[in-house]
């Protein structure tokens, strides 16, 4: 079990922060950070650099939706909207630069490089899996780890054959770590509700983890459902567009304006608003018989909120969400433990209709939770 900060804008201090729980690693993000950035960030770590292990994942998926800081990496190729990107010969020199990019700021592994298709087809996974073989023979020859980068359409996991396609050539190539980003069109704190590609994708997840270590990549409360599947690392960050891999990510509304504070509710496996958390403190006495030793920022938020001094609790509402990615990490090591989970929030959100309590968020209404599970049913019957 394992979990990973994915890190966006000025987010490096969070992993000298022991309440956010245990993270044995980062996904640097090249968009945010230039290797300058980058380097002074890992000096200051200090001592607790030894106990990380940083992967650089190269971000080239879409660069013409948003560059960043990328031009300031040497392998960012000049010419990435006009070159033939069907070219191995294009890529390899791509992963060239990418391993020795890594090597000079001491990373200890690479994602390999990877873009967004027009069309998510098996010549497609060949393709992927071919540049990977390049990038894992130059890593491994450098000293260093690989990630093997998958992405998978969301939409396109309706037809489970897909499951045994994108599988068969995977192991094909002898992959030992993926990188495995789900593509959505749902914007990130809309959760999933497509039971049949849900299934399909945990079906997917549950062959390839017999035969390799699978890293799911921006994760938000799904996280249960791949560690369901199996999955043995998860990654995710404070900001709601590293919990989703969507195409136009790096343009949510969060960082356009004021970031509203959402509560990380573990129970109820969702977001809420501040009225809805004390609508749920002084109606109902939700959190009577709490004590949160398992994540201390939900008693410094419920103390602030109980103040109504209006005190800003920006902060603490992304380090409670994070301290839960890492203890819901470690708490879910089987299938079973993950199915609970969601029983028992199927559970919590009867009790609420039964207390006729109606959130502010009208679609705040725990539906998906039985999508998940109906979900997690289907996939074994695949």
């Known amino acids: 079990m394992a979990a990973y900060l994915q890190l966006g ?179 990130p704190r809309v959760p999933f509700s497509d039971v049949d590609a849900l299934a399909t994708t945990i079906h997917l997840i549950r062959m390839l983890s017999e035969h390799m270590r699978i890293h799911v990549a921006f994760c938000g409360h799904d996280l249960i459902l791949w560690k369901y599947a199996g999955a043995q690392e998860v990654s995710s960050g404070k900001f709601f567009n590293l919990r989703r891999f969507v195409p136009g990510r790096w343009e949510d509304s969060e960082s356009k304006g004021r970031p509203i504070p959402y509560w ?32 201390p920022f939900s008693k410094q938020i419920l103390e602030r909120l109980r103040g109504g001094s209006g005190q800003a609790w920006l902060g603490l509402a992304w380090r409670q969400y994070l301290r839960w990615v ?16 969601l029983l028992k929030a199927d559970q919590r959100w009867h009790e609420l209709d039964n207390a006729e309590v109606l959130l502010a968020d009208r679609v705040n209404d725990g539906a998906w939770i039985r999508y998940w599970l109906n979900a997690c049913a289907v996939s074994k019957k695949r």
């Open 9 to 187: 804008d000025k987010s490096w201090n969070l992993l000298s922060e022991n309440d956010i729980g245990n993270y044995v690693g980062a996904i640097i993000n090249p968009i945010n950070d230039s290797p300058n950035v980058v380097a002074d960030r890992i000096a200051e770590l200090g001592q607790r650099r030894a106990e990380l292990e940083l992967i650089l994942d190269p971000h080239l998926y879409n660069p013409s939706v948003m560059r960043g800081k990328l031009p300031a990496w040497s392998y960012y190729p000049a010419d990435f909207e006009t070159a033939n990107r069907g070219d191995l010969a294009w890529w390899r020199q791509c992963s060239e630069r990418l391993v020795q990019s890594a090597r000079v700021l001491g990373l200890d592994a690479v994602c390999s490089p990877a873009v967004l298709a027009k069309s998510f087809n098996n010549d497609y996974y060949d393709f992927l899996a071919t540049v990977a073989e390049y990038s894992r023979n130059l890593a491994v020859n450098h000293g260093l780890g690989h990630l093997t980068t998958v992405i998978v359409k969301l939409d396109d996991m309706i037809n489970p054959d897909r499951a045994y396609e994108i599988a068969s050539i995977l192991t094909r190539q002898g992959v030992d770590r993926v990188y495995l980003l789900i593509l959505s069109e749902l914007q």
């Open 264 to 295: 990380s509710d573990g129970e109820l496996i969702t977001l809420l608003r501040d009225q809805d958390v004390l609508t749920l403190d002084k109606r109902h006495g939700w959190f009577d018989t709490s004590n949160f030793e398992d994540n």
């Open 326 to 341: 890492a203890n819901e990490d470690f708490r879910l090591s089987s299938a079973g433990r993950a199915r609970e989970t």
